[in-house]
């Protein structure tokens, strides 16, 4: 069996060390012109015994284990780990020695945390930015809402008797209340003891519509209030419809429907949005048109021609209605189609927004515009 070539020739020598009955020396000592054939081959495959199929290439390394990472030196079992590693550092083996009263009463981690608590208050609450962002929470949140009551009892907590929550409450509305009057910006003249003082006792200039300053006179016009109701589930619900159109016979007026529960609800709210939905026009030497006009919603066709001055209105009532709350007086009116009340003001408004004054058309079509006088003495 030991005259074998090749592989097959070291397995042969397996299978016989294997079998032998002699010792391992001896094994050795029989073998040794077998193993002395064979030392270039285990020489080459090194002590593990490893002989790879392939060459090995030059930029081979093989992996290192990685280091087992360190144990870390935390304090010893039975210590108390709250009081901080830095400060037992920087004062040594002393640290833990009570050294106040306070210490002496509640202990060493319970003095410390009322020191933090301490210079907390002196600071002026925590930095950190949850405190912070609650804090934002609570000074813009309405009075009675969840934010403000979780705020006050935040702020309460850190109070020791019902005076310094008392105080605490009044010094923060009192900031509130300042900062509040801040942001309106208001001017001298704006500032009146007489109000601030007494806040139930409005004069009556106070009491004047804003829309009357930015306007002018306003005045509305209740054109219908229908009945309406809608089928549901649990029956039949019953509201109110309101029209109302509105203006300042001087170039600005506008139109509002409103629904409520009860016909005097649908009037305020359609006044409210007649108010809100304002459309301006520049009238014609204060009292027409300058071109002829076309609106259309729906199936509804409104014309509206423009005419000399001094002819005065006339159409359909409703659309003469509206020309009057923008201060027209000089106009032709026409309507087509199917004239409902609702179709007939969306038609003669979207007429109205197509109108463009002199000033617009000379602009646009890039001319000087000249009044007669000037054009006559420039022989025009």
């Given at each position: 069996?030991?005259?074998v070539?090749?592989?097959?020739?070291?397995?042969?020598?397996?299978?016989?060390?294997?079998?032998?009955?002699?010792?391992?020396?001896?094994?050795?000592?029989?073998?040794?012109?077998?193993?002395?054939?064979?030392?270039?081959?285990?020489?080459?495959?090194?002590?593990?015994g490893f002989?790879?199929?392939?060459?090995?290439?030059?930029?081979?390394?093989?992996?290192?284990?990685?280091?087992?990472?360190?144990?870390?030196?935390?304090?010893?079992?039975?210590?108390?780990?709250?009081f901080p590693?830095?400060?037992?550092?920087?004062?040594?083996?002393?640290?833990?020695?009570?050294?106040?009263?306070?210490?002496?009463?509640?202990?060493?981690?319970?003095?410390?945390?009322?020191?933090?608590?301490?210079?907390?208050?002196?600071?002026?609450?925590?930095?950190?930015?949850?405190?912070?962002?609650?804090?934002?929470?609570?000074?813009?949140?309405?009075?009675?809402?969840?934010?403000?009551?979780?705020?006050?009892?935040?702020?309460?907590?850190?109070?020791?008797?019902?005076?310094?929550?008392?105080?605490?409450?009044?010094?923060?509305?009192?900031?509130?209340?300042?900062?509040?009057?801040?942001?309106?910006?208001?001017?001298?003249?704006?500032?009146?003891?007489?109000?601030?003082?007494?806040?139930?006792?409005?004069?009556?200039?106070?009491?004047?519509?804003?829309?009357?300053?930015?306007?002018?006179?306003?005045?509305?016009?209740?054109?219908?209030?229908?009945?309406?109701?809608?089928?549901?589930?649990?029956?039949?619900?019953?509201?109110?419809?309101?029209?109302?159109v509105?203006?300042?016979?001087?170039?600005?007026?506008?139109?509002?429907?409103g629904?409520?529960?009860?016909?005097?609800?649908?009037?305020?709210?359609?006044?409210?949005?007649?108010?809100?939905?304002?459309?301006?026009?520049?009238?014609?030497?204060?009292?027409?048109?300058?071109?002829?006009?076309?609106?259309?919603?729906?199936?509804?066709?409104?014309?509206?021609?423009?005419?000399?001055?001094?002819?005065?209105?006339?159409?359909?009532?409703?659309?003469?209605?509206?020309?009057?709350?923008?201060?027209?007086?000089?106009?032709?009116?026409?309507?087509?189609?199917?004239?409902?009340?609702?179709?007939?003001?969306?038609?003669?408004?979207?007429?109205?927004?197509?109108?463009?004054?002199?000033?617009?058309?000379?602009?646009?079509?890039?001319?000087?515009?000249?009044?007669?006088?000037?054009?006559?003495?420039l022989?025009?």
């Open positions: 069996t030991t005259v070539v090749g592989r097959e020739r070291l397995v042969a020598l397996r299978c016989t060390s294997l079998f032998s009955t002699s010792t391992p020396a001896a094994a050795g000592a029989d073998d040794g012109d077998a193993s002395s054939s064979d030392a270039g081959a285990s020489a080459s495959s090194g002590s593990s002989r790879p199929r392939r060459r090995v290439p030059r930029t081979y390394r093989p992996l290192q284990a990685r280091p087992k990472p360190k144990a870390r030196r935390g304090p010893p079992n039975g210590s108390d780990t709250l590693q830095a400060m037992e550092q920087e004062l040594g083996s002393d640290a833990r020695r009570p050294s106040s009263d306070l210490e002496q009463t509640f202990g060493l981690d319970a003095a410390e945390a009322l020191r933090s608590m301490a210079r907390r208050k002196e600071r002026g609450g925590a930095p950190d930015i949850e405190a912070q962002l609650r804090a934002v929470d609570y000074l813009t949140a309405p009075s009675g809402s969840t934010e403000d009551m979780v705020g006050e009892r935040r702020a309460a907590m850190e109070s020791w008797t019902e005076e310094e929550r008392r105080d605490f409450t009044e010094t923060l509305d009192k900031l509130i209340e300042e900062e509040r009057v801040r942001g309106l910006k208001l001017t001298a003249l704006d500032k009146d003891d007489d109000l601030t003082k007494n806040r139930g006792e409005v004069p009556q200039d106070a009491r004047v519509d804003p829309n009357q300053r930015a306007f002018g006179q306003w005045g509305e016009t209740i054109v219908r209030v229908d009945r309406v109701q809608k089928v549901q589930r649990g029956g039949t619900m019953v509201r109110y419809r309101c029209l109302v509105g203006g300042n016979a001087n170039g600005c007026a506008g139109f509002g429907i629904k409520a529960s009860s016909p005097a609800e649908a009037t305020q709210v359609a006044i409210r949005m007649c108010k809100r939905n304002v459309f301006f026009v520049d009238r014609y030497q204060n009292s027409g048109l300058s071109s002829d006009l076309v609106g259309k919603h729906n199936s509804c066709r409104v014309l509206l021609r423009s005419v000399e001055p001094n002819i005065g209105l006339k159409g359909h009532d409703l659309v003469t209605l509206i020309l009057t709350y923008f201060g027209i007086t000089d106009c032709s009116a026409k309507t087509h189609g199917n004239r409902n009340i609702y179709n007939v003001v969306r038609a003669t408004f979207k007429a109205i927004c197509t109108h463009e004054s002199l000033e617009e058309i000379a602009l646009k079509r890039g001319k000087r515009l000249l009044n007669l006088e000037r054009a006559k003495r022989q025009i």
